[in-house]
């Protein structure tokens, strides 16, 4: 508690000099002011009582109503040698993926400072709340391909809270970073769990269409010994765009997860996206699974895209789960369905 006050009160005054610098200073005013607001509706197919959809999901799982998912006011200062964000949000994104944290930092998604350590090469030093360094997919509808969050991204960190050490080459094909943070998507340090959590980073842009990411997680969840790798590759060429991802982690037992996402411009501002995905998980390391049988999901969607304007991003999502077992909730509550499928539309307005 008293180490995180300590961090707002030099984070504030940072941005207060920051804000307030001279001119003729070294450190010029670069301030970049941005937001959006994504709201959705969800009409399943397969149970129309229950107020949420699957539990595995964490964005975009409320249903039969509009809800605004993500609204973000964001500011950013970018200097040569000095860099720094912050960021509140709303929605049922943060009530639901942000409910292990402290109240006072549920509506909080960035809150970090970076210094470039050297001023001739590219090797920057940021201590904060960042976005995570696992996985494809983020918070931010426009900048993902589905309409829908895939499990694995939901799965898995969407932050990090810590300290985490950046180099990218000069000819910008390969960066490096180590990451020392408060754990598996924590805010807060919880020193019953010991050490700190560790991660790294290796992006390979192996030339301008094909890219190769490479994260891993080390740390302790629940007292236990939790390690994680996530393996994600790009390829964009004209008007086809491609994904693949893989994690795979072992605490009380091995669980895994992968996404193949293609994507197709029709025209300017209309694309069209497939997607086909697995997630087993049969210790409940991550996702719990109340039907007392182990975790072993495949899902698909396909969602189509409109840039009514450069602010406004229209989307409508068909998206369907199956598993072996008996996984789903039907209408009287009972574990009794092996698949679930529902149509998702939503509606994003950025600056």
């Known amino acids: ?42 009409y399943n197919l397969s149970n129309q009582k229950q107020a949420k959809l699957e539990s595995f999901l964490c964005s975009y799982n409320r249903k039969n109503n509009v809800f605004l998912n993500l609204m973000q006011l964001k500011a950013e200062y970018n200097s040569s040698r000095l860099r720094a964000a912050v960021a509140g949000m709303l929605g049922t994104y943060s009530v639901d993926n942000l409910a292990e944290e402290p109240i006072y930092l549920r509506n ?14 590219n090797l920057w030093i940021d201590l904060g709340i960042t976005p995570s360094y696992i996985g494809f997919e983020g918070i931010v509808a426009k900048d993902n391909w589905c309409a829908t969050r895939s499990i ?15 180099y990218t080459s000069t000819n910008n094909k390969y960066q490096y970073s180590f990451i020392v943070m408060n754990g598996w998507q924590n805010m807060v340090y919880h020193i019953e ?31 236990q010994t939790r390690y994680f790798h996530d393996l ?22 091995i669980w895994y997860g992968s996404s193949v996402i293609a994507r197709y411009q029709i025209i300017k501002n209309i694309f069209i996206t497939a997607r086909a995905e697995r997630y087993y998980d049969s210790k409940s390391n991550i996702i719990v699974n109340y039907s007392g049988s182990m975790f072993d999901v495949f899902g698909t969607s396909v969602n189509i895209d409109y840039f009514i304007w450069k602010y406004f991003l229209l989307r409508v999502e068909y998206r369907r789960f199956d598993s072996p077992q008996k996984l789903f909730l039907d209408n009287k509550n009972l574990y009794t369905l092996k698949q679930d499928h529902f149509i998702s539309t939503s509606f994003s307005f950025f600056l």
């Open 108 to 121: 909080i998604s960035l809150l970090n400072i970076g210094y470039k350590l050297i001023k001739s090469k």
């Open 193 to 223: 769990r010991g050490l700190p959590s560790f991660g790294h980073q290796f992006v390979w842009t192996i030339n301008k269409n094909l890219a190769l990411n490479s994260s891993s997680f080390f740390g302790y969840f629940s007292t």
């Open 152 to 166: 694995i991204a939901d799965n898995s960190p969407y932050y990090q809270t810590g300290i985490k050490l950046n």
């Open 1 to 42: 508690m008293q180490y995180i006050r300590l961090f707002y009160i030099l984070l504030g005054n940072i941005f207060y000099s920051l804000l307030y610098a001279q001119a003729d200073s070294v450190i010029e005013n670069k301030w970049k002011i941005s937001g959006i607001a994504d709201a959705y509706f969800n």
């Open 232 to 253: 994600f590759i790009t390829y964009q060429k004209n008007k086809w765009s491609f994904s693949f991802a893989f994690d795979a982690g072992y605490q009380y037992g």
